[in-house]
């Protein structure tokens, strides 16, 4: 039997590559404008380096946490991702994955199954909601969600409607017609493995937005559900104080930049933030979010639990952000290649290649636990961060 073992989250994007349509691909590499924030995201880990020491390496090295409330038995979060068609298990998928590898999962209410599949496979699934629609069905969403068994809220801010790429977005059908779907024959039949694994499931894409209905009744569709968002005037931070008091439970701000807003959301009384820029998919141009992430810990201290997403690809990159002062990290792209590239097994492979990855840094550098990471694990260039914002 072939393996299909990766050894690295690069070599799992080459062959998602390869395995999925071209449309499919681009919209999971998506980014904004230039591509300048989403580049910077990894461009901006390959600054820093480490001083691993020679000997008395710790012979064994814990890195088991809690996210919200959570057991989290790495520092790593999947971080709610709403794409289509990537693969026929979809986030089912990534939840079992998530499950068997004892991490938390992010749902996204643009995700394309129902989150009742999916709290159902993992028990730790945080559900991840837009200031969307009205108020009232912004409750219904939540406490749909939370009849489903969602353990916590994520709540992201960080969305601009960029309209455009310098390489072109994708183009995704209004709805399964033949002649929307007709642009699509070509690339389709370059990938004949793709929709083979659709059809031995007896599935075909369908691009609805099930969470984003207030009840299990008929979804509404990608363009519609992202109407309704556009629509929506933003919520300024009474608007999150009000929502969070909604949800009894655990409840993320995901989205902040920079410090004196990460306080703004500690007074609207979460329980974390993540520091992001959305993979790159906010305001184009912003920084990485590994070089805010100091002055933001810095000024959230024990407040909140500080997570950050954006770039992740290795675990090195873990270890150098919780070295900066995060608690823990969500990841995006890198399991939504794995997904990819080998269904579930490959969303468990990329954890495993973080896993290791984190594991083989800590030895390196002579810490045992990841409760004890600092900056000085690390060499920072001098104008690596931002002035701070107070
Ligand atoms: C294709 C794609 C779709 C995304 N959809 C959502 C979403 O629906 N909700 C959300 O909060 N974040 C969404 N994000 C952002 C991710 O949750 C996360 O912030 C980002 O992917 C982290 O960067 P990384 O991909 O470099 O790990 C999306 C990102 C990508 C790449």
Redesign the pocket.
């Known amino acids: 039997m072939a393996n299909h073992w990766f050894e690295t989250v690069a070599i799992a994007q080459d062959r998602a590559k390869k395995r999925i349509p071209k449309s499919v691909y681009g919209?999971?590499?998506?980014g904004a404008e230039a591509g300048l924030s989403?580049r910077d995201?990894?461009a901006a880990f390959d600054e820093l380096g480490f001083r691993p020491i020679t000997a008395g390496q710790p012979p064994e090295r814990t890195m088991e946490t809690t996210i919200m409330g959570e057991y989290a038995s790495m520092p790593v979060m999947i971080?709610?991702?709403?794409?289509q068609a990537v693969h026929p298990e979809g986030e089912v998928a990534v939840a079992r994955a998530a499950a068997a590898r004892g991490i938390p999962m992010?749902l996204?209410?643009?995700?394309s199954t129902p989150i009742e599949q999916v709290a159902e496979v993992c028990g730790s699934t945080f559900f991840?909601i837009?200031w969307a629609g009205d108020r009232d069905s912004m409750v219904a969403r939540m406490e749909r969600a939370k009849a489903a068994g969602a353990k916590g809220m994520?709540l992201?801010l960080d969305w601009s409607f960029s309209h455009g790429r310098d390489w072109g977005s994708p183009h995704i059908p209004q709805r399964f017609s033949v002649k929307e779907l007709l642009p699509h024959v070509g690339e389709t039949l370059m990938r004949p493995g793709y929709i083979l694994r659709w059809l031995r499931k007896g599935k075909i894409p369908t691009l609805g937005v099930p969470n984003f209905n207030t009840d299990g009744g008929k979804p509404p569709g990608f363009f519609e559900a992202y109407g309704t968002w556009m629509m929506t005037p933003p919520p300024s931070w009474e608007d999150v104080a009000w929502l969070r008091a909604q949800w009894n439970g655990p409840f993320m701000v995901?989205?902040v930049a920079r410090a004196d807003e990460a306080r703004r959301a500690v007074d609207a009384g979460v329980t974390a933030i993540?520091v992001?820029n959305?993979?790159?998919?906010n305001v184009d141009g912003m920084p990485a979010s590994i070089r805010t992430l100091p002055e933001i810990a810095r000024a959230i201290g024990d407040d909140a639990q500080v997570l950050l997403?954006?770039?992740?690809?290795r675990g090195s990159d873990v270890v150098k952000a919780l070295s900066l002062g995060a608690d823990a990290v969500?990841?995006?792209?890198?399991y939504?290649w794995g997904l990819a590239a080998n269904g579930q097994a490959g969303v468990e492979n990329v954890l495993d290649v973080i896993r290791m990855g984190m594991d083989a840094t800590m030895r390196g550098i002579g810490v045992a636990d990841i409760a004890d990471l600092s900056p000085s694990d690390l060499v920072v260039p001098e104008a690596f961060s931002p002035p701070a914002i107070s």
């Open positions: 919209a999971l590499i998506a989403m995201n990894t971080s709610p991702t709403g794409v992010g996204s209410s643009f995700a991840q837009y994520i992201t995901k989205g993540s992001s959305h993979g790159g998919n997403d954006g770039g992740i690809r969500l990841i995006g792209r890198a939504l």
